[in-house]
């Protein structure tokens, strides 16, 4: 009975290029997207705050102010009519 057991390990192919290139894009992938859940979490350097700070505008004119809707001179109002039946 113990003959009949086969207790080598099983061959496992050698992974292609292909399946290589996967598994690194993975982990290069996951990486990646930790860097920038991180870079969301994390707060910003102070001086990097300082500079958006101190901008300020130095007059109202640069400031920009939204147009007033234009008065629409060409449309006259519509004559109401009865329908025909």
């Known amino acids: 009975m113990a003959a009949e057991l086969d207790f080598s390990p099983p061959e496992i192919p ?4 292909m399946e290589n290139v996967l598994r690194y894009g993975l982990f290069f992938g996951a990486i990646f997207q930790l860097i920038c859940v991180l870079a969301i979490i994390l707060p910003v350097s102070k001086s990097q705050k300082t500079d958006s700070d101190s901008f300020e505008p130095k007059n109202s004119e640069t400031v920009k102010k939204p147009k007033a809707a234009a008065p629409q001179i060409s449309k006259k109002p519509k004559k109401e009519t009865k329908k025909k039946r």
Not at 14 to 17: G, L, W
Request: charged share 25%.
């Open 14 to 17: 050698e992974p292609t290029f």
